[in-house]
């Protein structure tokens, strides 16, 4: 027989208190706070969810409200693919839950016996995803980065999430060997002439799968705080009507790339316009949410991984 609805609001909140437990790492106390019960019944709450194996070391149990969610955006931006993660009501802007559904994607593409082509961007979200995905052998696999992975003063990214990726997988790999951004357009144009750029460019353009953030463009834009772009030159995006980025890529609120600033001393690979390959973006919060709007009006992604309470967010336009 069909669960009934109360079994069925049961099971959403063992689910809900699971993820809480599990994955957001929150302690049975801070569950009950959360979600309103007392401390024993978010202890029953996570001994159900365990009990009827809704969770294993992944959450196996879709929320209700969550799969209604990312069928409406799915059908709101024509979305290839689109998974919603409860939000966590004591950190809001904590990626655990969208990286864990990003580390879930990449390992399932990465497990599939036809050989595949994984792009990765770069950033803290991404650097999460991949410090989930569990240790496998893929050598049929390639993997190739859409950002340069080296910094200012000429150290490796910190974020390069490419590189834990291969570290993990022993796949073959193609980093973007040069700096996120160069002096002038001029130099951009002859360091794109080399021969290994254009080989990772090439077979960047041919990815089965491409895994991006989505970065804000403000005074807390992560390429500013971490010193890739000057403030004067923050400005200047921010004049030309930037609201986010994707691989660095800054564009405006309809998801138009901007034509100027930093995106002409910008080394990632482009990313084909409207997507053609599945294009995920991985993002979320309240700051973020004009760059996912504007990705996804602007068609740069065809995939998105995201929280409810950005989804619901989405949806009210």
Same mark, same amino acid.
């Given at each position: 027989?069909?669960?009934?609805?109360?079994?069925?609001?049961?099971?959403?909140?063992?689910?809900?208190?699971?993820?809480?437990?599990?994955?957001? &790492?929150? /302690?049975?106390?801070?569950?009950?706070?959360?979600?309103?019960?007392?401390?024993?019944?978010?202890?029953? +709450? !996570? $001994? @159900?969810?365990?009990?009827?194996?809704?969770?294993?070391?992944?959450?196996?149990?879709?929320?209700?409200?969550?799969?209604?969610?990312?069928?409406?955006?799915?059908?709101?931006?024509?979305?290839?693919?689109?998974?919603?993660?409860?939000?966590?009501?004591?950190?809001?802007?904590?990626?655990?839950?969208?990286?864990?559904?990003?580390?879930?994607?990449?390992?399932?593409?990465?497990?599939?016996?036809?050989?595949?082509?994984?792009?990765?961007?770069? &950033?803290? /979200?991404?650097?999460?995803?991949?410090?989930?995905?569990?240790?496998?052998?893929?050598?049929?696999?390639? +993997? !190739? $980065? @859409?950002?340069?992975?080296?910094?200012?003063?000429?150290?490796?990214?910190?974020?390069?999430?490419?590189?834990?990726?291969?570290?993990?997988?022993?796949?073959?790999h193609y980093p973007m060997p040069l700096p996120v951004f160069v002096a002038s357009d001029s130099e951009r144009q002859q360091l794109l002439k080399l021969g290994p750029v254009s080989r990772v460019r090439a077979l960047a353009a041919k990815a089965d799968l491409r895994l991006v953030g989505i970065g804000q463009i403000d005074q807390s834009a992560q390429v500013y705080v971490d010193g890739f772009i000057t403030h004067d030159e923050l400005l200047e995006m921010l004049r030309l009507g930037a609201v986010g980025e994707v691989a660095g890529w800054a564009?405006?609120?309809?998801?138009?790339?901007?034509?100027?600033?930093?995106?002409?001393?910008?080394?990632?690979?482009?990313?084909?316009?409207?997507?053609?390959?599945?294009?995920?973006?991985?993002?979320?919060?309240?700051?973020?949410?004009?760059?996912?709007?504007?990705?996804?009006?602007?068609?740069?992604?065809?995939?998105?991984?995201?929280?409810?309470?950005?989804?619901?967010?989405?949806?009210?336009?």
């Amino acid at each position: 027989m069909p669960p009934t609805d109360n079994e069925r609001s049961r099971l959403d909140d063992a689910a809900r208190a699971g993820w809480l437990y599990y994955i957001a &790492g929150n /302690t049975q106390d801070e569950i009950a706070k959360r979600l309103k019960v007392s401390r024993a019944t978010a202890q029953r +709450l !996570v $001994s @159900l969810c365990l009990s009827e194996r809704l969770i294993t070391f992944r959450l196996e149990h879709p929320i209700a409200a969550c799969m209604e969610l990312a069928a409406h955006l799915q059908e709101k931006f024509h979305l290839a693919h689109c998974e919603i993660v409860p939000t966590n009501p004591g950190a809001p802007n904590a990626v655990a839950g969208v990286a864990e559904r990003a580390a879930a994607l990449l390992e399932a593409t990465l497990r599939s016996e036809k050989p595949a082509i994984v792009a990765i961007g770069t &950033g803290r /979200t991404m650097r999460a995803a991949v410090e989930q995905v569990p240790p496998m052998d893929c050598p049929n696999h390639q +993997l !190739v $980065s @859409l950002v340069g992975n080296i910094s200012p003063d000429g150290s490796a990214s910190f974020f390069d999430a490419m590189a834990r990726l291969t570290d993990l997988t022993k796949a073959r790999h193609y980093p973007m060997p040069l700096p996120v951004f160069v002096a002038s357009d001029s130099e951009r144009q002859q360091l794109l002439k080399l021969g290994p750029v254009s080989r990772v460019r090439a077979l960047a353009a041919k990815a089965d799968l491409r895994l991006v953030g989505i970065g804000q463009i403000d005074q807390s834009a992560q390429v500013y705080v971490d010193g890739f772009i000057t403030h004067d030159e923050l400005l200047e995006m921010l004049r030309l009507g930037a609201v986010g980025e994707v691989a660095g890529w800054a564009m405006d609120a309809e998801g138009r790339i901007i034509d100027g600033g930093t995106n002409r001393r910008l080394t990632s690979v482009p990313l084909p316009i409207p997507a053609t390959s599945l294009t995920v973006g991985a993002a979320l919060g309240r700051s973020k949410l004009p760059g996912i709007r504007g990705a996804l009006k602007g068609r740069i992604i065809n995939g998105l991984i995201t929280d409810e309470a950005t989804a619901q967010l989405l949806l009210k336009d």
